[in-house]
T-cell receptor
Framework: AQSVTQPDIHITVSEGASLELRCNYSYGATPYLFWYVQSPGQGLQLLLKYFSGDTLVQGIKGFEAEFKRSQSSFNLRKPSVHWSDAAEYFCAVGRGYGGATNKLIFGTGTLLAVQP | DVKVTQSSRYLVKRTGEKVFLECVQDMDHENMFWYRQDPGLGLRLIYFSYDVKMKEKGDIPEGYSVSREKKERFSLILESASTNQTSMYLC?????????????FGSGTQLSVL
């Protein structure tokens, strides 16, 4: 069965420092992969997605993610974190069968804190 | 601007009550979803609807039902609320078909069952 693992529950970085949030997935075929962000009191917003092609995908707010099939990973990165990036980040995989590719399976989330 | 609106931000109910959570989207999306979000568990899919009057169970449908009588509205029903249904409930919508996996989420309803 498909699954998503986010090994880091909570991460704290300094403003201006680089960021990498980890995501590992379990899926038999080429997965549809997503990163969503949830700011306090808000719903989730799509940061970026990977379906096929170039394994390095660019998203909104200066984020990028790299799909590595050999490691079953889809880590999210940002070169310089801003205080407004403090939020919870969710990795997700689409189930990929029939028309149900958007029945997403979410990871447990990584809560990012940004210190001045 | 796209919008998914959940009728209540906070809701407090008593055990055994019938609870309705409402969600409306203004984007003419075919697909609508109900997730619940719990600390340490992430988001889990309760129910999914791909058309009016059509629905599919998600991963945790027990204790819930849904209704979709109009394309823009998707209701989650707790037939007899229990304390273990205290949670944040998130509604989402999307277009159908591959390549349309972007979900648009509402701001959520925090339900407390006492």
């Amino acid at each position: 069965a498909q699954s998503v693992t986010q090994p880091d529950i909570h991460i704290t970085v300094s403003e201006g420092a680089s960021l990498e949030l980890r995501c590992n997935y379990s899926y038999g075929a080429t997965p549809y992969l997503f990163w969503y962000v949830q700011s306090p009191g808000q719903g989730l917003q799509l940061l970026l997605k990977y379906f096929s092609g170039d394994t390095l995908v660019q998203g909104i707010k200066g984020f990028e993610a790299e799909f590595k099939r050999s490691q079953s990973s889809f880590n999210l990165r940002k070169p310089s974190v801003h205080w407004s990036d403090a939020a919870e980040y969710f990795c997700a995989v689409g189930r990929g069968y029939g028309g149900a590719t958007n029945k997403l399976i979410f990871g447990t989330g990584t809560l990012l804190a940004v210190q001045p | 601007d796209v919008k998914v609106t959940q009728s209540s931000r906070y809701l407090v109910k008593r055990t055994g009550e019938k609870v309705f959570l409402e969600c409306v989207q203004d984007m003419d999306h075919e697909n609508m979803f109900w997730y619940r979000q719990d600390p340490g568990l992430g988001l889990r899919l309760i129910y999914f609807s791909y058309d009016v009057k059509m629905k599919e169970k998600g991963d945790i449908p027990e204790g819930y039902s849904v209704s979709r009588e109009k394309k823009e509205r998707f209701s989650l029903i707790l037939e007899s609320a229990s304390t273990n249904q205290t949670s944040m409930y998130l509604c989402a919508s999307s277009y159908a078909g591959r390549g349309n996996e972007k979900l648009f989420f509402g701001s959520g309803t925090q339900l407390s069952v006492l």
